[in-house]
């Protein structure tokens, strides 16, 4: 079953704007991470944040975790046509169980 | 540093088939783990392997099956091939830590059954 539900579906920016995608959980969490998966391809991990952080950043992106309503957003700034992807959280429940639990992700469009 | 490799990048098997699906991890990585990606459930784990043994498994029948050698390289297996198996297989390696290592994924086996 999925745990991470993100947050819009489908989003379309002009080059240049920020693009912000959300992310629901619904049970405790060690970590969260944020993956983005071009078309057809594997997935590439952006960022990891645990649970006892509120805020994260690399480069362009910017994570933030609220565990008390169980979500997270991911901010990409100043897109660019490259940042054209899928964008996928993911939780780790600890222990290794069920390994990470991935939302169905937000499809990201950035018009050149 | 080579980066996850799965091969085939593409097969078509026929209901009622098996297959074996090739995953080689990163050199030095010891957790293998696999994942199947459809359009309707998305992303569903599938199992783990570190170091030649079964860490985790997910909820899919026993048709799934996989193992690990002792170089770290992977295979999954799926008999008796049904068409919901239609799906992208994607592999991913980690150093292994229980908690916090990012996964590595490599391209995917695209696996379409008729």
Redesign the interface.
Known sequence: SQQGEEDPQALSIQEGENATMNCSYKTSINNLQWYRQNSGRGLVHLILIRSNEREKHSGRLRVTLDTSKKSSSLLITASRAADTASYFCATDGGGGADGLTFGKGTHLIIQP | KAG?TQTPRYLIKTRGQQVTLSCSPISGHRSV?W?QQTPGQ????L??YFSETQ??K?NFPGRFSGRQFSNSRSEMNVSTLELGDSA?Y?C?SSRGA???S???????T?LTVT
Do not use: D
């Open positions: 996850v783990s994942y998305g992303l569903q784990f199992f783990e860490r985790n997910g992208l994607l991913a229980r908690e916090g990012p996964l590595h994924f490599g391209n995917g695209r």
